[in-house]
C-alpha cells in the first residue's frame, strides 16, 4: 500500500518536471526564433525608419518601440506571422512618429509665426542635402534616401515594403491597413517619380 | 528592353542600394539595435515566465472565491441563541432600512396593536 502511493507520487513529480522542463525548452526555443527573426529584420527596420524621419535617433526609438510590441504582444504567435507583424506594427509607428513631428512644427510655426522654416525643417534631413547636390556629391546612398524622403510618406513605406521587403500587394495592404488598389496606386506612383528622378540626374 | 524589363532592373537595382546601406551601418548604430533587441527578448522570457504565477494566481482566486462563497452566503439553518429566526431571516433584519430598535420592540407594537383593535 504504502509502496503503491509512494510510486504513483514519485510518478507524478517525474510527470510536473518533464512538463516543466518540455515547457521550459518550446520557451527557449521560441526565444531563440525570435532573436534570429529580430536579428535578421533589425537593420533593414532601423533603414525603413531611418528613410521615414531623416534622424538616426528617432528611428532607433521606433525601432526599439515596434520590437518591445511585437515581443509583448505576439511573441506566443507562429514564427510564420511574425513577419507581417512587425511590418505592420513599424508601420504603424513611423506613421505615429510623422503625424506627432507634423504636429509639433505646427505648433512650433504658430508660436513663431514663421511658416517657412517650420515647412523646411518638416522636409530637411540630417545633411540639409537636396537631391541634386547629393547626386552631385556622388553619395548615391544618401542621394536615394534624400529621393525616397521626397515622395510621400505612405508611397515610400508601401514602395520599400514591395520593392525591398519582397511582400506581396495583399500583404503590404495588411501590413499598411489599406487597400490592395490603395498599394498598386502608391507603387506606379512612388517607381514612376523614383525612375523620373533618377533619369534626371 | 521591354518595359516590364527595366522597371524589374530599377527596382532590383534600388534594392541592392538598400541592402548595401545595411552592410554600411555605422558601429554605434548596430551595438544600440544588438542592445534593443536583447531588451526586448529579455522582456520576452520574463513575460513567459510570468504566465506560471498568473495561472496559479487565477486558481488561488477560484479557490478563495468559492470559499468565501460558501461562508458568507446566508443558509436557511436557524441563527445559534435564536430558536425563531433563520440566517436568511437574520440577514434581512441586518439590512433593512428600518433600525434594529424597531425588531427589538417587534413584540411590544403588536402587542399595541392587538389591543387597539381591541
Redesign the interface.
Known amino acids: 500500500m504504502f509502496y503503491s502511493c509512494y510510486d504513483s507520487l514519485f510518478s507524478l513529480e517525474y510527470d510536473e518536471s518533464r512538463n516543466s522542463g518540455n515547457q521550459e525548452i518550446a520557451?527557449l526555443e521560441?526565444?531563440q526564433a525570435?532573436?534570429k527573426f529580430?536579428?535578421d529584420m533589425?537593420?533593414?527596420a532601423?533603414?525603413r525608419a531611418q528613410i521615414a524621419t531623416g534622424n538616426?535617433d528617432e528611428a532607433?526609438d521606433i525601432?526599439?518601440d515596434a520590437?518591445?510590441a511585437?515581443?509583448?504582444k505576439y511573441?506566443?504567435k507562429s514564427p510564420a506571422d511574425w513577419k507581417l507583424l512587425f511590418h505592420r506594427i513599424l508601420t504603424r509607428r513611423i506613421i505615429d512618429w510623422h503625424r506627432q513631428s507634423k504636429l509639433r512644427a505646427g505648433f512650433a510655426s504658430w508660436f513663431a509665426h514663421d511658416n517657412a522654416d517650420a515647412e523646411q525643417a518638416d522636409y530637411e534631413d540630417e545633411t540639409g542635402l537636396s537631391p541634386e547636390q547629393s547626386w552631385s556629391l556622388g553619395e548615391?546612398?544618401q542621394a536615394?534616401?534624400v529621393l525616397l524622403r521626397d515622395l510621400p510618406l505612405r508611397q515610400q513605406q508601401v514602395f520599400?515594403l514591395r520593392?525591398?521587403e519582397g511582400l506581396s500587394e495583399k500583404e503590404t495592404a495588411r501590413a499598411m491597413s489599406c487597400t490592395v488598389g490603395t498599394v498598386k496606386t502608391h507603387y506606379s506612383r512612388a517607381?514612376t517619380y523614383?525612375?523620373q528622378r533618377?533619369q534626371e540626374t | 528592353m521591354h518595359e516590364d524589363q527595366i522597371d524589374q532592373q530599377f527596382v532590383k537595382g534600388i534594392k541592392q542600394e538598400l541592402d548595401r546601406s545595411c552592410q554600411q551601418l555605422d558601429a554605434a548604430t548596430l551595438s544600440r539595435l544588438n542592445r534593443i533587441r536583447h531588451a526586448a527578448l529579455a522582456s520576452s522570457v520574463s513575460l513567459m515566465g510570468n504566465w506560471g504565477n498568473v495561472f496559479a494566481s487565477a486558481i488561488f482566486s477560484v479557490v478563495l472565491m468559492v470559499v468565501l462563497a460558501f461562508y458568507l452566503v446566508p443558509s436557511d439553518e436557524l441563527v445559534p441563541g435564536n430558536p425563531n429566526l433563520t440566517e436568511l431571516e437574520a440577514m434581512e433584519i441586518l439590512s433593512d432600512e428600518e433600525s434594529l430598535d424597531f425588531y427589538q420592540d417587534f413584540e411590544f407594537y403588536q402587542w399595541l396593536s392587538m389591543n387597539e383593535d381591541l
Open positions: 520557451i521560441n526565444s525570435l532573436e529580430l536579428s533589425e537593420r533593414r532601423f533603414r538616426r532607433l525601432v526599439q520590437m518591445f511585437l515581443v509583448s511573441a506566443n548615391s546612398l536615394l534616401d520599400l520593392a525591398w517607381r523614383l525612375r533618377l
